[in-house]
């Protein structure tokens, strides 16, 4: 009996060092495209499924300066974070798992940390009339404070960032609590956004707290309803970062010299305008495509853009939409106007376009079913892409969110700006804004 343990024992020690060391080689190879993050092995996402929800390349690490492993999580102020963590988990699915506040120590603020998928949202608001969180959404209003991005190495980030010009407004430290240690820093970026870096594995160890060191574990408070899906988008696609005029080069070559990046895609002109407004954006990406940035700036035209209502509300730059990936567009726009999220309408002509219909070929599902939910769709010569924009979250005509599905397409769904924009200003003219 007593052999028989022993060996159980030994083979059991064998399995999870096995296992140890193949997390960790994942961990490892995560900057390359050919394996998965932390977050993304926990929301169950195979790496197939990832590459076809938000268009996954392959990329060389070795000579990156800039690793980044893919996504941490998307920080939000807004003025009440209480009623904002139930409106993210009842009306988009989203799964409350973290918490700080006066009941944890935190007397300047709560926070709410909130999943989809590999997808974690921060919503912090203001618990002391002083916080400089007020300040902050007195000038702004919601919007995203923080897109902090998963690293190997923070120190190896920091030192390169600071060797091409950037301002680091957090010099890397160790976090540690009853759950291992989180090494971070942050470089400042556009306006008053920052980019966390976060480094999830210290000294060989992964750290094994629900978010980081100083938050608690919380238990979801809004209960799904019988048939709900799981979850209503799986991962995070694209963030919109709207700059000043004359500013988005600028941006670009910020990526490029602190963070390698590389260009990924160009609008300008005709492709971006209609015959009233107009924009021009430029994209960048992290070497495996994970994190991509489009960067947009307003253009001269006859009225105001939707860039420059944005600048204008926001009091600046800022994050302006955020895109999220689902592998069932339809079912989730279902599921999201049953809970009473709004989207952008589109006309019917949109769908009656004979040119439309040619160029866009066979889609998984027929045109009538995207014509009755407002759902564009478009294609390149990779594959085509199904998306569809909310209305404004917030008060300010400021964020706002898109779902998008990709079929092998790598792009933008750059055939569907003219209608999106026009749909944009039917909203900005009923503000007023036009």
């Not at 920080?75 to 993210?88: L, M, R």
């Not at 069932?328 to 726009?333: C, F, G, K, S």
Request: net charge negative; aromatic share 8%; charged share 25%.
């Amino acid at each position: 009996m007593t052999q028989t343990s022993s060996h159980d024992q030994a083979l059991d020690q064998a399995v999870d060092q096995a296992i140890d060391q193949a997390v960790d080689q994942a961990l490892d190879r995560a900057s390359t495209g050919g394996a998965l993050t932390t977050d993304e092995m926990k929301a169950d996402l195979s790496l197939e499924q990832l590459r076809q929800l938000v268009g996954l390349v392959e990329y060389d690490a070795d000579n990156d300066p800039f690793p980044v492993t893919g996504w941490d999580a998307i920080c939000f102020v807004v003025g009440n974070a209480t009623q904002a963590a139930h409106y993210f988990a009842s009306a988009w699915g989203m799964e409350l798992v973290a918490y700080s506040g006066p009941e944890s120590g935190n007397r300047d603020h709560k926070s709410f940390v909130l999943k989809s998928g590999s997808i974690k949202f921060v919503l912090s608001g203001a618990v002391s009339p002083d916080s400089p969180l007020v300040q902050h959404h007195a000038a702004h209003g919601d919007g995203v404070v923080d897109i902090a991005l998963e690293v190997p190495d923070v120190d190896q980030c920091i030192e390169q960032a600071r060797r091409a010009g950037a301002t680091v407004v957090r010099e890397p430290e160790t976090l540690t609590d009853e759950h291992g240690s989180v090494r971070i820093g942050a470089i400042a970026t556009y306006g008053e956004t920052r980019h966390s870096l976060v480094q999830r594995t210290v000294d060989g160890v992964t750290y094994a707290g629900p978010y980081l060191p100083g938050y608690v574990e919380a238990a979801p408070r809004w209960q799904k309803r019988d048939g709900q899906p799981k979850r209503l988008f799986q991962a995070l696609d694209h963030i919109v970062g709207n700059v000043e005029l004359g500013k988005m080069d600028e941006w670009v070559s910020f990526y490029n010299r602190v963070m390698g990046f590389v260009n990924m895609a160009e609008f300008i002109g005709d492709d971006i305008a209609t015959d009233y407004s107009a924009l021009m954006s430029k994209v960048v990406a992290n070497g495996n495509h994970r994190v991509k940035f489009p960067l947009n700036e307003p253009a001269i035209a006859k009225k105001k853009s939707q860039i420059d209502e944005y600048l204008e509300f926001y009091r600046g730059p800022g994050a302006q939409h955020l895109a999220l990936a689902t592998g069932d567009i339809l079912a989730t726009v279902d599921a999201l106007r049953a809970n009473g999220v709004e989207f952008l309408n589109t006309p019917d002509s949109y769908y009656e376009d004979p040119e439309l219909r040619a160029r866009i070929g066979e889609v998984r599902v027929p045109i009538e079913e995207l014509k009755s939910r407002g759902i564009l769709v478009d294609r390149d010569e990779d594959g085509y892409l199904l998306q569809i924009f909310t209305k404004p979250l917030g008060d300010r005509p400021t964020v706002f969110f898109e779902l998008i599905e990709r079929h092998g397409s790598l792009g933008f769904g750059k055939g569907n700006f003219k209608a999106l924009f026009e749909a944009i200003e039917r909203e900005q003219d009923a503000r007023g804004n036009l």
